[in-house]
């Protein structure tokens, strides 16, 4: 059972390290986004990708080292989280204090990484949006029954005026 929890604690320090690399990627995704840079965009994205690629093969080794705990407790992995796993090494006091450290740590980075992807979601959201809004507007424009044909006197062909010319006064009333 120790070399299992040697094991996972050596994978969740793995998944923690690549997750403290996300963060400033995610960060500098960010700023590109505030700036529209699309050529950058598409870099750090390519990054990014690369290092959640990392982060699934990573997690998808945890769940092995899991399932392997779960075979040797005589548990279904399942039911076997993080937590309840610290709580099942109680009689091992240094395993417990390992894991429960890496816990923590990954999950603050973890906090830290929603928080940044929330506020690029909204910078997303926010430029599609404009992107809408804009679109709308050329549509609605071209569509428009507006005149905007004008005769050689500079004034709009087809308006509503009234026939008196500038200056007139009507005497009847």
């Known amino acids: 059972m120790a070399s299992l929890v040697d094991d996972l604690a050596a994978v969740l320090q793995q998944e923690m390290d690549i997750y403290q690399k996300l963060i400033p990627v995610s960060e500098q995704k960010t700023e590109i986004l505030i700036r529209g840079d699309l050529k950058q965009l598409q870099e750090v994205t390519e ?3 690369k ?3 990392d ?3 990573s997690a998808h080794h945890r769940e092995q080292v899991i399932a392997n705990m779960g075979m040797v407790l005589n548990r279904d992995p399942k039911e076997l989280d993080l ?3 610290i709580t099942l090494l ?3 006091p240094e395993e417990k204090k390992r894991l429960a450290n890496l816990h923590d740590e990954l999950r603050k980075t973890m906090h ?3 928080d940044v992807n929330e506020k690029n979601k909204n910078l997303i959201e926010n430029s599609l949006e404009m992107i809408e809004f ?3 507007f050329i549509q ?3 569509m428009s029954p507006g005149n905007n044909n004008y005769n050689k006197n500079a004034s709009a062909a087809g308006s509503m005026d009234s026939g008196y010319s500038a200056g007139s006064f009507d005497a009847k009333q």
């Open 47 to 49: 990054q990014e990708q």
């Open 51 to 53: 290092l959640l690629d």
């Open 55 to 57: 982060a699934t093969a």
């Open 83 to 85: 937590s309840g796993l």
């Open 90 to 92: 109680a009689k091992q």
């Open 112 to 114: 830290r990484l929603v």
């Open 134 to 136: 804009n679109m709308n």
């Open 140 to 142: 609605s424009t071209r």
